[in-house]
Each structure stands twice: as structure tokens, then as C-alpha cells.
């Protein structure tokens, strides 16, 4: 894995699962990184803590400006923050459809449009942005989820399309269930949480989730000059989920 000495990277929704695990790899590997988060009272040194709301367009500009001021620059964007949403087309109203849209991809859209400037004064710039076997998997009970992640691997592409001649290189990561405190929260709802893990593990073709440091991993290789001929990509982190078709035991 590339040292990422002199990088400077800011990641959103960074203070909690993929986010946290991405912002403790790049520091690990010699990056500057800022996180910009809901709530980033987690974050602690090397890290640096922004606290900004993404579906806030105000919010997003004045946080981006703060770290890049502070870390002279942006070379790395992780556009990371989301959140979930269960059901059909009928179970989620309109206003819990603008509520996910704005935050998972509007989000996205905002950053990355606060951020370009400086990516285009940096030699090594990339965004990675999270998205999800959702996109293409046609899972049940998540319209909406789906729908939006489905808008983030096209807006990725096309980012990628429109900076390609900027040196601005543009992915995406597609993990599958993640061991992360947003699936923890899931699983709390259920009337017998223990079970419920094991019932999703043994979905999983490998038999168990995939863990938030193995899709930072992911990223971390996304956004380093390892990968500086790949762009316009969707990286599945699932375990094998979306790829396999495995026969019923
Ligand atoms: P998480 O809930 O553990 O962490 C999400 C972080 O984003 C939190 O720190 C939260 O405060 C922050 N955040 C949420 N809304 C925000 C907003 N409006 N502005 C700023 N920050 C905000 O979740 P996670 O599981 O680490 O998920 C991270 C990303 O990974 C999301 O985009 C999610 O859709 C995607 N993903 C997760 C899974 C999974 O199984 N966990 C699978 C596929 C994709």
C-alpha cells in the first residue's frame, strides 16, 4: 500500500464506521485528514474534527474552507456520510425521501463542489465515494436506500467523465452488510438481537459481515497513487455477495 506522506484528505460521515476506519488508515499511512462529521466529538489527534451537516449547503462550505485552510489543500475526498432507510415505495413518504436524497446524495454533491478547487490544485487528486451493493442488487425493503446509492454510483461515474482531464479521479467503493454501529443499531431493534446476527451472517456467502477495515482498505487503495489509472469504478467490498451465485445447500 502506497505512503500517503504529504496527502491531505478530508473524509465525511468520518466519525463513526467506514468513515472512522478510512480516516485511521489514511492517518496511518502518513495522511493529513480531517474529518467532517454530524457529530465528530469522537475524533481525536491525529484527526482533525469539523463539525458540519451535509445536507446543508452553508454547513459543507464552511467546513470544507476550515480544513482546507488547516491542512493547506485537499487531495483526497471521501464522500462517506449517509444513512439508511427501510421499506417499500409505499412505507416512506415523500419527505423521508428528500430527507435520505439531500444527505446521500445532494451530501455528496455539496462537498465534492466545495472541495473541487482545491482537488484541481493537487497533483494526486481523488474522490472516493461511498456507495452499496444496493445500487444494483434490486434488494428488497429498501426503495429508497436503494434509489439513492443507485444515484450515487451514476454521479460517480459521471464525476469521473467530467474531471478525468482535470487529474481528478473519481470511484467508488460498493460494500455489502458491514459490520459497522449503523448495523448494530439494526440489529438492536430486533426481538432477539443475538439471533438476528447469526441469521445475516449465514446469509452471507463467506458467513460472516464484512468489516469496516476491510472496505477502508478499499478506499484507502481508490484514493492512493496505486490506483492513479483507476477511475470510474465501482469496487465491490461484499464478500462476495453481489458476484456469486451460490447453489442452496
Ligand atoms: P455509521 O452510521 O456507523 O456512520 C455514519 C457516519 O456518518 C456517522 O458518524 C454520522 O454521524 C455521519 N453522518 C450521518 N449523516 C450525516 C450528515 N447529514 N452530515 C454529516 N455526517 C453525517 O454508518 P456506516 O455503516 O459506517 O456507513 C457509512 C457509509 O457506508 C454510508 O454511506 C452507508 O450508506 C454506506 N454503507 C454501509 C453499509 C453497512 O452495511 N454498514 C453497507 C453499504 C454501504
Redesign the pocket.
Known amino acids: 500500500m502506497s505512503d500517503l506522506s504529504g496527502f491531505r484528505a478530508l473524509v465525511?460521515?468520518?466519525?463513526?464506521?467506514?468513515?472512522r476506519a478510512t480516516a485511521d488508515l489514511l492517518a496511518a499511512r502518513g495522511a493529513d485528514v480531517a474529518v467532517?462529521?454530524?457529530?465528530p466529538s469522537t475524533i481525536d489527534k491525529p484527526l482533525r474534527a469539523y463539525t458540519?451537516?451535509?445536507?446543508d449547503d452553508a454547513s459543507v462550505r464552511s467546513a470544507v474552507a476550515a480544513a482546507a485552510t488547516d491542512l493547506r489543500g485537499i487531495d483526497i475526498l471521501v464522500n462517506?456520510?449517509?444513512?439508511?432507510a427501510v421499506g417499500t415505495v409505499e412505507d416512506n413518504d415523500d419527505a423521508q425521501w428528500h430527507r435520505v436524497l439531500d444527505?446521500?446524495v445532494l451530501?455528496m454533491v455539496r462537498t465534492t463542489r466545495a472541495a473541487l478547487p482545491h482537488l484541481r490544485a493537487s497533483v494526486h487528486a481523488a474522490v472516493v465515494n461511498?456507495?452499496?451493493?444496493?445500487a444494483t442488487a434490486g434488494l428488497p425493503q429498501r426503495a429508497l436506500y436503494s434509489a439513492s446509492?443507485g444515484a450515487v454510483l451514476s454521479l460517480t461515474l459521471a464525476m469521473a467523465a467530467d474531471h478525468v482531464r482535470e487529474g481528478i479521479r473519481v470511484n467508488c467503493v460498493n460494500?455489502?452488510?458491514?459490520d459497522?454501529?449503523?448495523?448494530g443499531r439494526l440489529l438492536d431493534q430486533a426481538a432477539d438481537p443475538a439471533a438476528e446476527r447469526a441469521a445475516l451472517n449465514a446469509r452471507q456467502p463467506m458467513g460472516r459481515l464484512v468489516t469496516?477495515d476491510e472496505i477502508a482498505a478499499a478506499i484507502v487503495y481508490l484514493a492512493s497513487p496505486a490506483a492513479a489509472s483507476v477511475t470510474g469504478t465501482a469496487l465491490a467490498v461484499d464478500g462476495g455477495m453481489q458476484g456469486l451465485r451460490l447453489r442452496p445447500e
Open positions: 465525511t460521515g468520518g466519525a463513526s464506521g467506514i468513515g467532517l462529521d454530524l457529530d458540519a451537516d451535509v445536507s462517506n456520510a449517509g444513512i439508511g444527505t446521500n451530501g461511498t456507495c452499496s451493493i444496493a446509492k460494500p455489502g452488510t458491514a459497522t454501529p449503523w448495523v469496516a
